[in-house]
């Protein structure tokens, strides 16, 4: 009896080449302009202490209350699968050391986990780049990382509006929070179900609540930039001036509080109505007191996170589709003899950096089929013919060129068809150097 078809957990995608290759072409754009700005890649565990999630992103959060995978190891260690990037990456230096004495300016890229109701632009997986600047607490690196933000959202060709707020300090934040109570008890009553319960919890999420009812009560409720302590007012203040110099349009969102809780003065979310509910295809924000929170030193810290899954379907609805590469040459054998020799060739080829896919032993038929289905700029075809000395015929398939000529020189019949070769294909590791092991 047939077994039963297992499918994929709800929420969570495979990803085929036809779609990778928009996600390569992506990736591959971002890590260059990373480069611009002198970010490194860290690459982090997917999995970590639930303590941890719970400490940095705070315990009452809608993702530590209802959204991780968490379960116990063979240990008894309660693990959860990451929801984000941040915790992970602060853990990580202070566990290294990497911020001693340094300015450290890290990118990671990679699936995150989070137990939401799977809608468009909303997965279980989904992939994010992350980026967290260490120990530089002045309003200049808030505007160059949204100006990194702004580059990247340019680059993907996307179209969103930048909204900042500033939470200011823990102090201002627990003045501002009893300012807001005050505010809310009256009102509770026409806030929606979940509102009521964040009231208790976290007010201030009270304030990006969807609901209309909610939004309206919010529109109307104390602004937290009109209680900052002062020196977070002059941070806000001259962020908002470097971002006007800098040509970054922006719209001060007082009802901007972010959904976890280790931030303090800047916070800011590119966001666009293009992607129905899911509307925020970036956001991030700073959070010096969360090193220190988790047992390191004092150290200012920013960063923000951007999901791929809403880039791509961005992209998408622009019409922006990377289309897998082909391989240059389509190499069929048609007789078992001459495999060796079709495949040797092939090696040859690759060798020069040249892309070949082979198909065979099979059939005249079956291997035009192949060939054409391969999308390969050329196509030949080696048979018993070939092996005893008959000329190799190398066919353009979607133009008029043709090459014939001995089974030795296909370099030459395809250079001669216009084929620029490439470097040979690269076996060596670079950057030694700066090669650094975490332990
Ligand atoms: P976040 O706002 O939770 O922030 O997520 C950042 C981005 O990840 C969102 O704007 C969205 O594009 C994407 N995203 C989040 N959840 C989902 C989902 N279920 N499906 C698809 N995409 C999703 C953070 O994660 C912070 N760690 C950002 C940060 C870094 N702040 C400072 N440094």
């Known amino acids: 009896m047939a077994g039963k078809v297992l499918q994929a957990v709800r929420g969570m995608n495979d990803i085929f080449p036809e779609e990778s290759a928009g996600w390569q072409a992506l990736e591959g754009d971002l890590r260059t302009l990373l480069a611009l700005y002198d970010y490194g890649e860290v690459r982090l565990p997917l999995l970590e202490s639930t303590e941890l999630f719970a400490r940095a992103i705070g315990d009452v959060t809608d993702i530590v209350q209802k959204e991780m995978y968490t379960f116990a190891d063979r240990n008894g260690d309660s693990l959860t699968l990451r929801p984000e990037g941040t915790a ?32 468009k632009g909303r997965y279980r997986q989904f992939h994010q780049l992350g980026v967290e600047v260490f120990g530089l607490p002045a309003a200049s690196t808030d505007a160059e990382v949204i100006a990194l933000s702004a580059r990247i ?34 009102r ?32 109307l409720a104390p602004h937290l930039a009109d209680h900052l302590d002062a020196d977070s007012a002059a941070h806000f203040a001259l962020l908002q001036s470097l971002l006007t110099a800098l040509d970054i349009p922006y719209q001060v969102n007082h009802s901007l509080v972010r959904g976890l809780d280790y931030y303090n003065r800047t916070v800011f979310e590119w966001v666009t109505d293009a992607l129905g509910a899911q509307g925020t295809v970036l956001a991030g924000g700073r959070y010096d007191g969360l090193v220190a929170q988790l047992g390191g030193a004092e150290t200012a810290a920013i960063g923000f996170a951007v999901g791929l899954e809403r880039l791509l379907a961005l992209q998408a609805l622009q019409g922006r589709v990377a289309e897998a590469p082909a391989p240059l040459l389509f190499m069929g054998a048609l007789e078992e003899a001459a495999v060796a020799r079709a495949w040797q060739i092939a090696e040859r080829l690759r ?53 014939q000529g001995d089974l030795d020189a296909v370099h030459e019949g395809l250079r001669s068809l216009g084929v620029d070769f490439p470097q040979p294909a690269p076996h060596t590791v670079r950057n030694f150097a700066t090669a650094r092991t975490l332990s």
């Not at 992970?88 to 109701?117: D, K, L, N, W």
């Not at 509006?161 to 505010?183: E, F, K, M, V, W």
């Open 188 to 219: 509770r009553a026409e806030l929606c179900a979940d509102c009521q319960e964040r009231m208790e919890r976290n007010p201030l999420r009270v304030l990006d609540c969807k609901v209309p009812t909610c939004q309206d009560i919010a529109h």
């Open 88 to 119: 992970g990456c602060v853990r990580a230096a202070i566990q290294t050391q990497s911020m001693r004495g340094q300015t450290p300016r890290y990118y990671y890229m990679g699936p995150m986990f989070r137990h939401e109701r799977p809608q």
């Open 351 to 403: 060798d020069e950096g040249i892309s070949v896919v082979t198909s065979g032993p099979a059939s005249f038929k079956t291997l035009m089929k192949q060939a054409v289905r391969s999308r390969a700029r050329f196509q030949a075809i080696i048979g018993a013919g070939q092996l005893a000395g008959a000329a190799l015929i190398l066919k353009e398939q979607l133009g008029e060129g043709r090459w």
């Open 153 to 186: 959202l340019r680059t993907a060709g996307v179209t969103a509006a930048l909204q900042i707020n500033s939470l200011g300090s823990p102090a201002a934040r627990a003045h501002y929070r009893t300012l807001l109570l005050d505010y809310l008890r009256p």
